[in-house]
C-alpha cells in the first residue's frame, strides 16, 4: 500500500470535527487505556514504565511488579535492585527503576503515600513529564487533559483535525478544537485509532471510520 499523502494543510472544519468523535464514540463508547491498574499509584507506575515500550510488554511486567508492592512505601520496601529485576524486559529498565524508587519517596515523604492530582505536583516526580501527568489526571483523576503519544501527534496532522509541529503545539490545539462534549475520552480514542488504524507505515484507510472526513487520500 502507498503511503497516503497529505491532501490539504487546511484543518478540519467545526462540523468534521463535531462527526469524526461522534464516529468514535458510536464505534467505542467507553473508550479505556489497554494498561492494567487498580489504583492511582499502579496507573502512574505503568505510565512511568511506557515510555518507549508497549503497552503489553509493560503489563507483562507490571503483573509480576503489583502484587509485590501496591504502594509507593512497598515499591521502596522491594528495593531499586529488585525493582530492576522485574522490569528487566522493558527498555531503560534501569533508568526507569531508578525514577520509580525516587519518585515512590517523594510521594511517601510530601504527599502520604497517595498520588497527587495536580499537575504541577505530578511534574515534579522523577520520570513524570507533561505526558504522564496528563494520562494520570484524566485516566484517574477525570479532567480533560490531552496526553499527546506518537500515535495522536500522527493522527492529529494527518487527518487535519490539529495539525502542529510539535509535541506541545499539537496537544494545545486539539484542546481548543475538540468539542467539548467529546473532550475527557478523546485521548483514548484518539491513540486507540493511531494505534490499530491510522498507523505510521500502513495506514488501514479502507476500514476507518472517519476516511471521508480526513484530509488525507489513500
Not at 85 to 99: M, V, Y
Not at 101 to 121: K, Q
Not at 124 to 142: D, E, M, S, Y
Not at 168 to 196: C, N, Q, S, T
Request: proline share 6%.
Amino acid at each position: 500500500m502507498v503511503e497516503p499523502k497529505i491532501r490539504s494543510s487546511r484543518p478540519m472544519n467545526p462540523a468534521d470535527r463535531l462527526e469524526f468523535f461522534r464516529r468514535l464514540r458510536e464505534l467505542n463508547p467507553e473508550p479505556k487505556t489497554e494498561l492494567e491498574y487498580s489504583s492511582a499509584f499502579e496507573l502512574l507506575i505503568a505510565v512511568l514504565l511506557s515510555a518507549q515500550a508497549t503497552d503489553v510488554g509493560v503489563n507483562k511486567a507490571t503483573r509480576r511488579l503489583f502484587p509485590l508492592s501496591r504502594t509507593p512505601q512497598a515499591m521502596l520496601d522491594l528495593g531499586e535492585e529488585r525493582l530492576r529485576e522485574l522490569i528487566s524486559t522493558i527498555g531503560l529498565f534501569r533508568a526507569k527503576a531508578a525514577n520509580t524508587i525516587a519518585t515512590c519517596r517523594i510521594l511517601v515523604e510530601e504527599h502520604g503515600g497517595e498520588v497527587p492530582g495536580e499537575r504541577e505536583a505530578l511534574e515534579r516526580l522523577p520520570g513524570v513529564g507533561r505526558k504522564t501527568a496528563n494520562v494520570v489526571l484524566n485516566t484517574w483523576f477525570r479532567q480533560p487533559t490531552m496526553a499527546v503519544d506518537t500515535h495522536i501527534f500522527r493522527v492529529a496532522n494527518r487527518t487535519g483535525l490539529a495539525p502542529g509541529k510539535d509535541v506541545r503545539a499539537v496537544e494545545d490545539a486539539l484542546m481548543k478544537r475538540v468539542p467539548k462534549d467529546f473532550l475527557m475520552d478523546a485521548h483514548h480514542w484518539l491513540i486507540l485509532h493511531g494505534r490499530y488504524v491510522c498507523k505510521a507505515r500502513k495506514p488501514e484507510c479502507e476500514l476507518c471510520v472517519v476516511r471521508d472526513l480526513c484530509r488525507f487520500i489513500g
